[in-house]
């Protein structure tokens, strides 16, 4: 049986939650700490030092990621069972998302080591490099930079001050010319645990403090540019105006219309950015740039949903006589969790009486990108009606506690595995 202090847990994790969310506070609950800046270092540095407290080894690698690694003199050279998430949030943000992941993680190894357990693989724990992607437009950089999933071009995104990710990387304690060194080699991580809020209403719905995930729905990132002609408000005929906004407004509009004719199915539509040019009050917008979320987790109708969105925008344009392009920034396909790994985390939670419904991610997570090098699963914790990337975002001691001590039963029964191989399809644990 675990010797799990549960308070002792509860309370270190709390405190710890304090004290990152001073690094970057906006507000009482608000956080502001964005990718490879000066405050994002600072909550690495923090997690750092409580990585090797926990008693592991820690490195920065060349994508910026913050690696602990607790040694396995059984098998050093086994591929490692991998646990993590991020520090960085959205320039308005709450106090967990990510950070659980992480301050769970380095809990579950230090009570791993209190309890004098060996592990039979090497066991590391993850601060993953710019998961939100609000800075550079384009997230879970760290992650994919780990399975080799960088794409053209990703270097050299700017953010609004006209940095680079490739200076701001530098600048982090990163290494852009690098990057191929914080690779891991194809089947070099047995398995990838992450821990993580909810973000959304179901489990409130279901007065359940933890859930079992059973994939993350595949994003498709969009930006769109539509091109009118400027004119004095006053003066232009309605009949005569090429205006990108009105433009704009009728295909944000349209894409609600469009999924929420898909009532009852995991499809999400959003128009998160807008900006227009020139921006003045009494000229007719030129030029409108947004920004389309969607996902789901059936492809075939995401892939639906696209392709109506596009006669959309194109049906729009030539009312309006707009010229148009689309960008795509980010696609990836649904990713469904481990089955072997879900069983593990099932058998856990009955061990600790703990109901456990299941439910899909919609928001991604840097379990997205680790999926294509190894077997995921990931274990959901309540928030409070159901808020995230807003200070009002919370999840409960209690239940983050509950969370945790899942993690750490997890991760226990895989770390004591033989050798971490699987015997006729399942985990052999050596333990009785």
Same mark, same amino acid.
């Given at each position: 049986m675990s010797a799990w202090d549960r308070t #002792?847990?509860?309370?270190?994790?709390? #405190?710890?939650?304090?004290? =990152?969310?001073?690094?970057?506070?906006?507000? %009482?609950?608000?956080?502001?700490?964005?990718?490879?800046?000066p405050l994002d270092r600072q909550a690495v540095e923090l997690a750092r030092q409580w990585m090797k407290e926990a008693g592991m080894s820690v490195r920065l690698?060349?994508?910026g990621n913050l690696i602990g690694r607790l040694e396995s003199p059984v098998a050093p050279d086994a591929p490692v069972l991998m646990?993590?998430?991020? =520090? %960085?949030?959205?320039?308005?943000?709450?106090?967990?998302?990510?950070?659980?992941g992480?301050?769970?993680?380095?809990?579950?190894?230090?009570?791993?080591?209190?309890?004098?357990?060996?592990?039979?693989?090497?066991?590391?724990?993850?601060?993953?490099?710019?998961?939100?992607?609000?800075?550079?437009?384009?997230? /879970?950089? +760290? $992650?994919?930079?780990?399975?080799?999933?960088?794409?053209?071009g990703e270097l050299e995104r700017v953010d609004g001050d006209g940095i680079t990710r490739s200076e701001a990387l530098s600048i982090f304690g990163g290494d852009s010319a690098r990057l191929d060194e914080a690779k891991y080699a194809k089947g070099s991580i047995a398995a990838y645990l992450e821990l993580h809020i909810e973000q959304g209403p179901v489990l409130e719905s279901l007065d359940a403090a933890c859930g079992l995930v059973t994939g993350i729905s595949g994003p498709l990132w969009l930006t769109v540019e539509l091109h009118g002609f400027a004119g004095h408000a006053g003066s232009v005929p309605m009949?005569?105006?090429?205006?990108?906004?009105?433009?704009?407004?009728?295909?944000?509009?349209?894409?609600?219309?469009?999924?929420?004719?898909?009532?009852?199915?995991?499809?999400?539509g959003t128009a998160g950015t807008l900006q227009l040019f020139p921006g003045s009050r009494n000229i007719i917008p030129e030029r409108?740039?947004?920004?389309? %979320?969607?996902?789901?987790?059936?492809?075939?109708?995401?892939?639906? =949903?696209?392709?109506? =969105?596009?006669?959309?925008?194109?049906?729009?344009?030539?009312?309006? +006589?707009?010229?148009? $392009? /689309?960008?795509?920034d #980010?696609?990836?396909?649904?990713?469904?969790? %481990?089955?072997?790994?879900?069983?593990?985390?099932? !058998?856990?939670?009955?061990?600790?009486?703990?109901?456990?419904?299941? !439910?899909m991610s919609g928001p991604f997570h840097d379990a997205l990108a680790l999926s294509y090098a190894c077997p995921y699963a990931m274990i959901f914790v309540r928030s409070k009606d159901g808020i995230s990337h807003n200070p009002q975002e919370y999840s409960s001691a209690d239940d983050i506690a509950e969370g945790v001590e899942l993690l750490y039963r997890t991760m226990r029964s895989l770390a004591l595995s033989i050798q971490g191989e699987r015997s006729g399809g399942k985990w052999e644990s050596t333990t009785a």
């Open positions: #002792t847990s509860r309370e270190q994790v709390l #405190t710890r939650i304090r004290k =990152l969310a001073e690094i970057g506070k906006i507000s %009482d609950t608000g956080v502001s700490r964005l990718a490879m800046t690698d060349a994508a646990l993590g998430s991020h =520090l %960085d949030t959205q320039p308005y943000a709450g106090r967990f998302d990510g950070i659980i992480v301050l769970g993680a380095i809990e579950a190894v230090h009570a791993f080591v209190s309890e004098g357990l060996v592990p039979q693989r090497p066991i590391e724990v993850v601060a993953f490099s710019d998961e939100e992607g609000c800075r550079f437009n384009k997230g /879970i950089f +760290g $992650s994919r930079a780990m399975v080799g999933r960088l794409e053209e009949s005569m105006r090429r205006d990108a906004l009105a433009g704009a407004a009728r295909i944000i509009a349209g894409l609600q219309d469009l999924v929420r004719a898909e009532a009852g199915t995991p499809a999400v409108v740039q947004f920004t389309i %979320d969607l996902r789901d987790m059936d492809m075939e109708r995401r892939n639906r =949903l696209e392709a109506k =969105l596009r006669e959309l925008i194109d049906e729009v344009a030539a009312d309006n +006589g707009l010229t148009y $392009s /689309i960008r795509e #980010t696609n990836s396909p649904p990713r469904y969790c %481990d089955p072997e790994l879900m069983d593990v985390i099932r !058998l856990e939670a009955n061990g600790m009486g703990l109901q456990l419904p299941e !439910l």
